[in-house]
């Protein structure tokens, strides 16, 4: 496959298209845009800022890539967005850069869905295999773990962390950290489990997640501080990979409590 550029389309002097790439009717690609090989515009696509696009993504009508974070403090500093490989960007998806305010960057990994209208606002992290169905929209600063899925319409506050494996009920407004393999839902979202399926897809036994849901259990109960539920479970599942993800998530917190079941 050699680079094709459709006769509609206005590249701006300095981006840096891969041979192999494809940039179809009507798309605008700014001065300091990278695309990698193989990477697909399908048509109407504008790719501004300082963006770069890895190998084998394919991008649909109307997204809009690198524009000027919905930031009121941004003042043109040239921040970056980094977008991995093999990602499905579908139509009127957004995805803006970073800002002084935080990396300078927003990152997203590779192989990930973000379907219609789905929103990655500055300085976010997204991890790979990540699904955002319709009109999910991340804050800023948010960091996503691998393989998590937002449901449509779901809705994450800036700062807020959401876990490996973590699935988030559509319509869901996520106030709080979101523990990895956890699966939260409601209109101000509680955790309501774990990603049962989520996990079963991507090979956990049912000894393992068994394993999770009794350290969760632990974690989430009625005896003691949430400080020391921790160090009670970081000991008594020392030897369990998983459990310890949940832990190390758990001491990072910064900005918000974790996301708990109902009282």
Do not use: W
């Amino acid at each position: 496959m050699s680079k094709t550029i459709h006769p509609t389309a206005v590249i701006e002097k300095g981006a840096d298209i891969a041979p192999t790439a494809s940039i179809g009717p009507y798309c605008i690609v700014g001065p300091n845009v990278k695309i990698g090989d193989n990477v697909t515009l399908k048509g109407h696509v504008v790719v501004d800022g300082h963006t770069t696009i890895g190998a084998g993504t394919i991008v649909y009508p109307f997204a809009s890539l690198g524009t000027a974070p919905q930031d009121l403090k941004y003042a043109g500093e040239p921040s970056l967005l980094l977008i991995g490989k093999k990602n499905t960007i579908r139509e009127h998806v957004t995805m803006n850069p970073g800002t002084s305010g935080g990396a300078m960057k927003t990152i997203v990994g590779d192989n990930c869905l973000f379907m219609m209208s789905s929103h990655v606002a500055h300085d976010c992290v997204i991890g790979n295999n990540v699904i955002m169905a319709n009109n999910a929209t991340l804050g800023g600063h948010v960091t996503v773990g691998d393989f998590a899925v937002l449901g449509g319409l779901a809705g994450v506050h800036q700062f807020v962390r959401i876990g490996e494996h973590a699935v988030i009920g559509g319509m869901s407004g996520v106030e709080s950290d979101v523990i990895p393999y956890g699966r939260v839902k409601g209109e101000r979202a509680f955790l309501a489990g774990l990603n049962l399926i989520g996990l079963e897809r991507r090979g956990f036994s049912k000894d393992q997640v068994k394993i999770i849901q009794k350290a969760v259990n632990q974690l989430f109960g009625d005896i003691g501080t949430m400080e020391e539920r921790i160090t009670e479970v970081a000991s008594d599942f020392a030897n369990d990979d998983a459990v310890q993800n949940i832990i190390k998530f758990a001491r990072e917190k910064t900005r918000f409590p974790l996301c708990h079941p109902p009282r």
